[in-house]
C-alpha cells in the first residue's frame, strides 16, 4: 500500500518534474473501477498520456482464508480455501487437498476414479475462467461482443459444476483423500453435449477478434514483457507462454496423471497482450481434448480412500436446493448404529490428524503456477496455509508493462494478466 502524500512528494521531486512537478499528474486508477478485475488500485503518474511510473495497491479485498483456515480442521479448510482465487475454485480444493493427502503419505491410495474427475473438472474450470478473461477484457477494451458471448459460453460450465458439487462456485467438491460423492447419473453425457459445442464457438472468438484491427491496434505491442522479464518478476502461466517458454506443470511436473494426457502447449513470441489473449484461446482447445480423454477414462469405483479413520463419512445426496445430507446415511448413524454416529459425530466436531510436517503442493492453474505450503504441528487442524498465487504474483509485471507506455494501454496491461483480486488478498 502507498500513502497518497508520500507519492506526491516523489513526484515532486522527480528530476525533469516543473516547480511544484506541475508537468506530472498522480491518477489513481481504482479500487472501485471497471478495468481493475476486482479492488486493485493503480497509481499512475502520468505526462501528458505517458505513464511513467505505475504503481499497485492491493489489499481491499483481504478476507484472511489462509488464517482462517487455522481454526478449522484439514477437511473444512476447503471451504474456506475455494474461495481464495474465485474463478478457479475447483484448483485451490485440488493444490490443498494434495497438500494433505502427502503429508498423510496416502497420495498413492487416492482412488483413480478420483483423480480422473479432479481432472475433468479442473480442465472445465480452466476453460470457464479463460472464457471470463476474454469476457472481461474485450468489455474494457470496448468489445461488448465478446463479452456476452464470453459470459454466454461459461454458463454450460457452470450448469455442469452445479449438477457436479451443488454450487456454480466455491463448490468445496474436492476433500483430502477424494471427492466429496461421485458424479451424478447422466453428467457424462450432459458434459459431451456441451464440448461438442466449444469448437465452434472458439472458431467464434478466432473471426471476431483475431483480424479485427480494432482489437490488434489496442493489443498488438502493449503490455510487451519478454521472457527475460518473465523469469525475473517469477511469471508463469499463460503471460510466461506468451513470452515463447513452454513451461507448463502439467509437462514439465506431471500430476494427477497428466503425463498419460495427449494434449499441447501452446506457445506465442509476441510478448504482449494479444499474444496471451492467443494463449487462452488455444488452451481451451487443448483442454476440451483433455476432458474428452477424461470422460473416456471414467471407469466404476470409489472417489474417496477407504482408510475410515481419513475418509469423510457424510453421505450427500442432490436435492432442489443443491447437495444436502442423504436421508438414508441419516436414518444409518441416528437409528441403525451407535458406533457409525459416534465415528461420524468425532469426524466431524474434530477431524483427522494428520504427521507433523511441511509440503508444498503444486499444479498449473489458469493463471499460472498455483502452490499450496502447508503445515502440520501433528494435530486435527492446519498450523499454516500458504497460497503460492499467481495474481499477487504478477501484478507486480503491471509496472514493467505499463511504464512507457500510453494510459489507455494500461486498462488492456491489467486485462491480459488476468489477476483476480481474491487471490492476491487472500
Same mark, same amino acid.
Given at each position: 500500500?502507498?500513502?497518497?502524500?508520500?507519492?506526491?512528494?516523489?513526484?515532486?521531486?522527480?528530476?525533469g518534474?516543473?516547480?511544484?512537478?506541475?508537468?506530472?499528474?498522480?491518477?489513481?486508477?481504482?479500487?472501485?473501477?471497471?478495468?481493475?478485475?476486482?479492488?486493485?488500485?493503480?497509481?499512475?503518474?502520468?505526462?501528458?498520456?505517458?505513464?511513467?511510473?505505475?504503481?499497485?495497491?492491493?489489499?481491499?479485498?483481504?478476507?484472511?482464508?489462509?488464517k482462517?483456515?487455522?481454526?478449522?480442521?484439514?477437511?473444512?479448510?476447503?471451504?474456506?480455501?475455494?474461495?481464495?482465487?474465485?474463478?478457479?475454485?475447483?484448483?485451490?480444493?485440488?493444490?490443498?487437498?494434495?497438500?494433505?493427502?502427502?503429508?498423510?503419505?496416502?497420495?498413492?491410495?487416492?482412488?483413480?476414479?478420483?483423480?480422473?474427475?479432479?481432472?475433468?473438472?479442473?480442465?472445465?474450470?480452466?476453460?470457464?475462467?479463460?472464457?471470463?478473461?476474454?469476457?472481461?477484457?474485450?468489455?474494457?477494451?470496448?468489445?461488448?461482443?465478446?463479452?456476452?458471448?464470453?459470459?454466454?459460453?461459461?454458463?454450460?460450465?457452470?450448469?455442469?459444476?452445479?449438477?457436479?458439487?451443488?454450487?456454480?462456485?466455491?463448490?468445496?467438491y474436492?476433500?483430502?483423500?477424494?471427492?466429496?460423492?461421485?458424479?451424478?447419473?447422466?453428467?457424462?453425457?450432459?458434459?459431451?453435449?456441451?464440448? !461438442?459445442?466449444?469448437?465452434?464457438?472458439?472458431?467464434?472468438?478466432?473471426?471476431?477478434?483475431?483480424?479485427?484491427?480494432?482489437?490488434?491496434?489496442?493489443?498488438?505491442?502493449?503490455?510487451?514483457?519478454d521472457?527475460? #522479464?518473465?523469469?525475473?518478476?517469477?511469471?508463469?502461466?499463460?503471460?510466461?507462454?506468451?513470452?515463447?517458454?513452454?513451461?507448463?506443470?502439467?509437462?514439465?511436473?506431471?500430476?494427477l496423471?497428466?503425463?498419460?494426457?495427449?494434449?499441447?502447449?501452446?506457445?506465442?513470441?509476441?510478448?504482449d497482450?494479444?499474444?496471451?489473449?492467443?494463449?487462452?484461446?488455444?488452451?481451451?482447445?487443448?483442454?476440451?481434448?483433455?476432458?474428452?480423454?477424461?470422460?473416456?477414462?471414467?471407469?466404476?469405483?470409489?472417489?474417496?480412500?477407504?482408510?475410515?479413520?481419513?475418509?469423510?463419512?457424510?453421505?450427500?445426496?442432490? #436435492?432442489?436446493?443443491?447437495?444436502?445430507?442423504?436421508?438414508e446415511?441419516?436414518?444409518?448413524?441416528?437409528?441403525?448404529?451407535?458406533? !457409525?454416529?459416534?465415528?461420524?459425530?468425532?469426524?466431524?466436531?474434530?477431524?483427522?490428524?494428520?504427521p507433523?510436517?511441511?509440503?508444498?503442493s503444486?499444479?498449473?492453474?489458469?493463471?499460472?503456477?498455483?502452490g499450496?505450503?502447508?503445515?502440520?504441528?501433528?494435530?486435527?487442524?492446519?498450523?499454516r496455509?500458504?497460497?503460492?498465487?499467481?495474481?499477487?504474483?504478477?501484478?507486480?509485471?503491471?509496472? !514493467?508493462?505499463?511504464?512507457?507506455?500510453?494510459?489507455?494501454?494500461?486498462v488492456?496491461?491489467?486485462?491480459?494478466?488476468?489477476?483476480?483480486? #481474491?487471490?492476491?488478498?487472500?
Amino acid at each position: 500500500m502507498y500513502d497518497w502524500d508520500e507519492v506526491l512528494r516523489d513526484a515532486e521531486r522527480q528530476p525533469g518534474a516543473g516547480p511544484g512537478g506541475e508537468d506530472r499528474l498522480i491518477v489513481n486508477m481504482g479500487p472501485q473501477h471497471p478495468s481493475t478485475h476486482g479492488v486493485l488500485r493503480l497509481i499512475l503518474e502520468i505526462e501528458g498520456e505517458s505513464v511513467v511510473e505505475a504503481r499497485c495497491g492491493i489489499g481491499y479485498l483481504h478476507t484472511g482464508i489462509e488464517k482462517n483456515v487455522e481454526y478449522r480442521n484439514w477437511t473444512q479448510a476447503v471451504t474456506f480455501l475455494t474461495r481464495a482465487d474465485y474463478l478457479m475454485p475447483l484448483f485451490n480444493e485440488t493444490v490443498y487437498c494434495r497438500a494433505v493427502e502427502a503429508l498423510l503419505d496416502v497420495e498413492d491410495q487416492v482412488p483413480p476414479r478420483a483423480n480422473v474427475i479432479r481432472v475433468l473438472l479442473m480442465e472445465l474450470n480452466r476453460i470457464s475462467s479463460h472464457l471470463v478473461a476474454l469476457a472481461t477484457g474485450g468489455m474494457e477494451l470496448g468489445a461488448m461482443t465478446v463479452m456476452t458471448n464470453g459470459f454466454r459460453d461459461r454458463e454450460p460450465i457452470l450448469d455442469i459444476l452445479e449438477a457436479v458439487t451443488g454450487n456454480r462456485m466455491n463448490h468445496a467438491y474436492v476433500r483430502p483423500g477424494g471427492l466429496a460423492q461421485d458424479l451424478p447419473p447422466g453428467i457424462v453425457e450432459d458434459i459431451r453435449t456441451v464440448i !461438442a459445442e466449444f469448437p465452434k464457438r472458439i472458431r467464434d472468438y478466432e473471426r471476431l477478434l483475431n483480424a479485427n484491427p480494432v482489437f490488434l491496434e489496442r493489443t498488438k505491442g502493449v503490455g510487451y514483457l519478454d521472457l527475460a #522479464g518473465c523469469m525475473a518478476l517469477g511469471v508463469t502461466g499463460p503471460v510466461l507462454r506468451a513470452a515463447g517458454l513452454p513451461h507448463d506443470l502439467r509437462k514439465s511436473d506431471p500430476y494427477l496423471g497428466y503425463d498419460t494426457y495427449d494434449f499441447e502447449v501452446p506457445t506465442e513470441t509476441g510478448c504482449d497482450a494479444y499474444s496471451r489473449y492467443l494463449v487462452r484461446l488455444h488452451e481451451m482447445a487443448e483442454s476440451l481434448r483433455i476432458v474428452e480423454q477424461a470422460l473416456d477414462r471414467l471407469e466404476p469405483g470409489p472417489v474417496m480412500l477407504a482408510d475410515p479413520k481419513i475418509a469423510w463419512p457424510a453421505r450427500l445426496a442432490l #436435492g432442489g436446493d443443491g447437495l444436502g445430507n442423504s436421508e438414508e446415511w441419516v436414518r444409518h448413524i441416528m437409528a441403525q448404529s451407535m458406533e !457409525a454416529l459416534i465415528h461420524h459425530f468425532k469426524l466431524v466436531t474434530e477431524g483427522f490428524t494428520v504427521p507433523a510436517g511441511q509440503v508444498y503442493s503444486f499444479l498449473e492453474s489458469p493463471r499460472g503456477e498455483l502452490g499450496a505450503h502447508v503445515v502440520s504441528d501433528g494435530g486435527t487442524r492446519p498450523f499454516r496455509v500458504h497460497l503460492r498465487d499467481p495474481s499477487f504474483t504478477h501484478l507486480q509485471s503491471v509496472s !514493467a508493462m505499463a511504464e512507457g507506455g500510453m494510459l489507455a494501454d494500461v486498462v488492456a496491461v491489467v486485462a491480459s494478466v488476468d489477476p483476480v483480486l #481474491g487471490g492476491a488478498d487472500r
